[in-house]
Nanobody, 121 residues
Framework: QVQLVESGGQLVQAGGSLRLSCAVS????????MGWFRQAPGKEREFVAA?????VIADSVKGRFTISKDNAKNMVYLQMNSLKPEDTAVYYC?????????????????WGQGTQVTVSS
């Protein structure tokens, strides 16, 4: 059974930093493309970052966010710097059944429950 558990979300002031973590069980990261998505109230779930051998970052957060992973620990991370109020959302970790990355949420097969990030102005 595949399980993804996000952690690290919290209330932070604008300009601050957070690191989100995603603990993966039931799959190895060497066989799964991993992604981070976010969903703000009333908005569609949007792509933030993905990683296979290297990371891909959405244009909306490029230069501020970084994705990384630790295959030995089966962990995926999202480092978020220079946070803005518009980054406020629930952040979701996702795993694909194949070792590919995608910016489409429909290409991911497993999802975590999400972690809330709130950025105050």
């Amino acid at each position: 059974q595949v399980q993804l558990v996000e952690s690290g979300g919290q209330l932070v002031q604008a300009g601050g930093s957070l690191r989100l973590s995603c603990a993966v069980s039931g799959r190895t990261l060497s066989s799964s493309g991993m992604g981070w998505f976010r969903q703000a109230p009333g908005k569609e779930r949007e792509f933030v970052a993905a990683i296979t051998r290297s990371g891909v970052i959405a244009d909306s957060v490029k230069g501020r966010f970084t994705i990384s992973k630790d295959n030995a620990k089966n962990m995926v991370y999202l480092q978020m710097n220079s946070l803005k109020p518009e980054d406020t959302a629930v952040y979701y970790c996702a795993a694909a059944a194949k070792f590919v990355w995608s910016s489409s949420r429909y290409d991911y097969d497993y999802w975590g429950q999400g972690t809330q990030v709130t950025v105050s102005s």
